[in-house]
């Protein structure tokens, strides 16, 4: 008798899990949302506003840095949200959360000239491409067929027939 047997592939990748590669590209979107942030603030002017008590046009209050707060939860909540909730929750969640935050993400470009459009292009460029891979992972989330909580009818005719 002989067996056959395959000698493993060294570079051979188990699956990732849907909520993983989920958890993963919310992780680096959150990484990349604020890091966009920070580096904002070199844009000349930016910080003399913010002295000043402007962040953009708007006047620094308890409640535009809360709703700032919000914005950027959002990411790391998704991460979390991402490894831990229901199947048919996170795909849901996943979908509407990304979708929403692809308008919001192009926002931030109101404003800018042309001399920032590199800056302003690559970072919204990477973040849409990150939420497009959120919303189709979510959306081709791999489905199982339904598991039988019992014997079926044909499974009962064969043990009578044994």
């Known amino acids: 008798m002989t067996i056959r047997t395959t000698t ?5 990748s ?9 958890a993963a590209a919310w992780t680096s979107f ?3 949302y604020v ?9 000349p002017g930016v910080v003399d506003g913010i002295l000043n008590g402007l962040v ?3 006047d620094i209050s308890s409640t535009l840095l809360t709703i700032f707060l919000v914005s950027v939860s959002i990411p790391a909540l998704m991460v979390v949200l991402s490894m831990t909730l229901p199947a048919r929750a996170n795909r ?3 979908l ?3 979708s929403l935050l692809i308008p919001y993400s192009i926002f931030n470009a109101a404003g800018a000239t042309w001399e920032w459009a590199a ?5 919204i460029g990477i973040e849409v491409l990150l939420l497009a891979f959120i919303l189709r992972s979510a959306w081709t989330w791999p489905r199982t067929p339904a598991v039988a909580a019992g014997p079926t009818t044909t499974d009962l005719r064969q043990d009578l027939r044994q």
Request: glycine share 2%; proline share 10%; net charge positive.
């Open 14 to 22: 188990p699956p990732i899990p849907v909520q993983a590669k989920l």
């Open 56 to 58: 953009w046009r708007f």
């Open 119 to 123: 800056f302003y292009g690559i970072s």
């Open 96 to 98: 509407v959360v990304a």
């Open 35 to 43: 890091y966009v942030d920070i580096l904002n603030f070199y844009k």
């Open 30 to 32: 959150m990484f990349l």
């Open 92 to 94: 849901a969640t996943n």
């Open 8 to 12: 493993p592939n060294l570079l051979d």
